[in-house]
């Protein structure tokens, strides 16, 4: 079974940083693709970013130059460094993985549970 955890969502105000983290833990042979999406209230889940295992990063244009996507592929785990953050980031961040389990010979989409990103003045 595996799962993602995720951390350091928070209450900020307009033009403060926050950085969350995913961890995945479980029976993980391998993982390619992790990152992270968001949904804003009444709107669609949209990608914010995505890191391949080689360490292509691709970015919704909405935060290029804000927020940074890195990872360590040792400790399963994804990270968001969101800076100058806006109003309109306020959303629930889900991270997201692209697993092969132990035993496993095709590789799975798995999420967490979502962490709340508000950002307010």
């Known amino acids: 079974q595996v799962q993602l955890v995720e951390s350091g969502g928070g209450l900020v105000q307009p033009g403060g940083s926050l950085r969350l983290s995913c961890a995945a833990s479980g029976s993980i042979f391998n993982i390619n693709d992790m990152g992270w999406y968001r949904q804003a209230p009444g709107k669609q889940r949209e990608l914010a970013a995505t890191n391949t295992r080689g360490g292509s990063t691709n970015y919704a244009d909405s935060v290029k130059g804000r927020f940074t996507i890195s990872r360590d592929n040792v400790k399963n785990t994804v990270y968001l460094q969101m800076n100058s953050l806006k109003v309109e980031d306020s959303a629930v961040y889900y991270c997201?993985?692209?697993?092969?389990?132990?035993?496993?010979?095709?590789?799975?989409?798995?999420w967490g549970q979502g962490t709340q990103v508000t950002v307010s003045s």
């Open positions: 997201y993985a692209r697993i092969r389990s132990t035993g496993g010979v095709r590789w799975s989409d798995y």
